[in-house]
């Protein structure tokens, strides 16, 4: 399951559903990943690791290596990121809540992104503020 979202309204923009466990990156390359336009700046956690190379405006965290560990400078940008990161994890934390993304879902399989985008619809509604 993938969620974009818009990093200044915080709501919802779009939602991508695959069957089974599949990997972020891969996801992303599946999905959304082509119709992205090329002045949006992507910022993504470590899972979209190879973004960018097809995606030349984004930013994912830098990983230390086995041999050569980060440096201070990358360990500030990393901080810096996740600072400007967290409210995505605060829309994912919002629809934990509502049990669709913390629990085993148990229902039909062809209807999950079906209730996932109506439980994003609701949280979109409640930042409209209508």
């Known amino acids: 399951m993938q969620i974009v979202i818009c990093a200044k309204t915080h709501m ?15 996801m992303w390359k599946k999905s959304i990943g082509v119709k992205v336009v090329k002045h949006i700046r992507i910022k993504a956690d470590s899972g979209y690791q190879g973004i ?6 984004s930013e994912t965290p830098k990983k230390k290596n086995k ?22 994890e605060h829309v994912n934390r919002r629809l934990k809540r509502l ?5 085993r879902y148990r229902n039909r399989r062809r209807r999950y992104g079906l209730r996932l985008s109506l ?6 509604f409640e930042l409209s503020g209508v």
Do not use: M, Q, W
């Open 12 to 26: 919802v923009i779009a939602v991508f559903v695959d069957c089974g466990r599949t990997h972020d990156f891969k």
């Open 52 to 57: 960018g190379k097809l995606h030349n405006n």
């Open 67 to 88: 041999n050569k560990p980060l440096t201070k400078e990358e360990k500030a940008a990393n901080r810096s990121l996740s600072s400007e990161r967290v409210y995505v």
């Open 99 to 103: 049990r669709i993304l913390a629990e």
């Open 119 to 124: 439980f994003c619809g609701l949280h979109n």
